[in-house]
C-alpha cells in the first residue's frame, strides 16, 4: 500500500485521522456498473465527493472507466472541470447562474423548469450551437424538475430544433425502499416523459435505483452513497467494500471512582470504579451530539479499539469525546487510536445511532483531520 496525506497541517500533533480507501472505492465502481447492467454508470460528485474530496476521488472513478460526473452547483462544477477536461458534467441544480459561464467550459445544467429551458435556447440561438445541458423532469418528488404541465411545449421545442437535450432525468424519492409504491408510480411517470422525448439519453436511478430491477437503470445511473461505501438499503449480493475509516488518539486516560460524573451535564454518572479514554474529537469534527449521552437518552454508540467494542460515554463536547475503557483487555496508552468508523463500526450503524443517515455523517465531517488517501500499488 502506498499512503498520501492530502493535507499540511504546522503542527506535528495527535489528531484524529481519516484514510480513505481508493481501492475500495474503484472495487465499488466496478461493481455497482456490474449491477447496472447495460446502463452506464455515471457518479454523483457533489459537496466535495460527498465531503471525501474531488481532487483525490475524481480521478480513481475515471480510471475505473466513469465519463459522467453530476455536481449540485455550477462553482462545484467549474471547480471539477478544473480536474477533468474530458468529462461530461452535468449540474443537478439547475440554471442558477448566467448559462455563458457554463458554456464556455463546456458544463451541462440540468434545467428544472420552462423558464430554464428557455433561457438556454436563447443561448444556444446566440452561439448558434447546441449547448450540452440535460432536463430534469419532476414525476412526483416535488423538489426540482420540470412539471408535467410543460413537458409538451418542451417537446415541441426539441422537435422544432431549438435545442436538443443530451439527457432526460428524473430522481426516486424512495429508492432505498424497494417495495415503496412510489418507486413504480415514478418510473410510470418517467414512461411518459420518454414519450415525448424519444431519442435522448434517459436516467433514473441513484445508488438505490439501481438495486430496485432492470426497469429502473435507463441508459444512465446516477451513483453516489453506493460508491462511498455506506448504504442503508440491501446491497448484500454487491459486494460493496468499506471505503472511509475515522482513527481517533487517546488524548488521557483518567480513573473515575463509582459514583462521579463524567463531562457535561454529568449525564453519565460511573455506576462502578472506571477508566475512562477521552478522544480528541467532537461535535466541531461533525461527531454527531446523539451518539453521546443527551439529557433523556443514554449515549448509543460503540468504537473499536484493537478489535474490541467499547461504549462511547457523557456528552458530545465541541472536541472532545469520552469512552469507557474499563474492560478493554490490554495495555491502554496515551496516543492509541480508537475507530469511530471503518471495518468494525460500520457508517451506515453510526448513522443510524446519530438518529441520521450517512449521507450526512460523510458530508459534516470537519476540517481538523489529517486525511490518508490509500491505493494499492496494484488493482
Ligand atoms: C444526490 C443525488 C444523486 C445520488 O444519490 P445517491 O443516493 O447518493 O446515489 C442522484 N441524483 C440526484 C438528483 C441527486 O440529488
Redesign the pocket.
Known amino acids: 500500500m502506498t499512503n498520501s496525506v492530502s493535507s499540511k497541517f504546522p503542527v506535528n500533533e495527535l489528531c484524529p485521522i481519516l484514510s480513505i480507501d481508493l481501492t475500495a472505492l474503484s472495487h465499488n465502481y466496478v461493481a455497482l456498473q456490474k449491477k447496472s447492467g447495460n446502463a452506464k454508470l455515471a457518479t454523483?460528485v457533489?459537496a466535495d465527493a460527498?465531503g471525501l474530496g474531488i481532487d483525490n476521488i475524481v480521478p480513481v472513478l475515471k480510471a475505473a472507466g466513469c465519463e459522467s460526473f453530476?455536481v449540485?452547483t455550477a462553482n462545484e462544477a467549474a471547480a471539477l472541470r478544473a480536474i477533468t477536461n474530458d468529462s461530461d458534467i452535468y449540474i443537478?441544480n439547475g440554471l442558477t447562474c448566467d448559462g455563458a459561464e457554463l458554456a464556455d467550459k463546456k458544463l451541462a445544467p440540468?434545467l428544472a423548469s420552462a423558464e430554464e429551458v428557455a433561457r438556454w435556447i436563447t443561448l444556444c440561438a446566440d452561439r448558434s450551437s447546441n449547448l450540452p445541458a440535460a432536463i430534469?423532469i419532476d414525476t412526483g418528488f416535488n423538489r426540482l424538475g420540470i412539471c408535467p404541465d410543460d413537458w409538451p411545449e418542451i417537446a415541441d421545442q426539441v422537435k422544432a430544433g431549438l435545442f436538443t437535450p443530451r439527457l432526460i432525468?428524473s430522481?426516486l424519492a424512495c429508492?432505498?425502499h424497494k417495495e415503496h409504491p412510489k418507486n413504480r408510480s415514478q418510473l410510470e411517470k418517467f414512461e411518459a416523459a420518454r414519450q415525448l422525448f424519444p431519442d435522448v439519453t434517459a436516467s433514473l436511478a441513484?445508488?438505490?435505483g439501481i438495486f430496485l430491477g432492470s426497469d429502473f437503470h435507463y441508459n444512465l445511473i446516477?451513483?453516489?452513497?453506493?460508491l462511498y461505501g455506506s448504504v442503508e438499503f440491501d446491497t448484500a449480493d454487491a459486494g460493496l467494500q468499506n471505503v472511509l475509516s475515522l482513527h481517533v488518539p487517546i488524548l488521557q486516560i483518567r480513573d473515575v471512582k463509582q459514583g462521579e460524573t463524567v463531562g457535561y451535564g454529568c449525564d453519565f454518572i460511573a455506576q462502578r470504579d472506571s477508566q475512562v479514554a477521552i478522544l480528541g474529537i467532537g461535535y466541531a469534527d461533525g461527531i454527531f451530539r446523539h451518539l453521546g449521552d443527551l439529557e433523556n437518552k443514554p449515549a448509543s454508540a460503540t468504537v473499536a479499539l484493537e478489535g474490541q467494542m467499547l461504549p462511547l460515554i457523557g456528552r458530545i463536547s465541541m472536541d472532545l469525546t469520552t469512552i469507557d475503557v474499563t474492560d478493554f483487555n490490554g495495555k491502554l496508552e496515551k496516543g492509541m487510536m480508537v475507530e469511530l468508523i471503518g471495518e468494525n463500526i460500520k457508517l451506515a450503524d453510526v448513522a443510524k445511532r446519530a438518529n441520521s443517515i450517512s449521507?450526512e455523517i460523510l458530508t459534516r465531517l470537519g476540517t481538523r483531520y489529517k486525511r490518508y488517501y490509500k491505493q494499492s500499488d496494484k488493482p
Not at 446516477?222 to 453506493?226: C, E, K, P, V, Y
Open positions: 454523483v457533489k460527498y453530476f449540485a443537478m440540468c430534469h432525468m430522481h429508492s432505498e441513484n445508488s438505490g446516477r451513483a453516489g452513497i453506493g449521507y
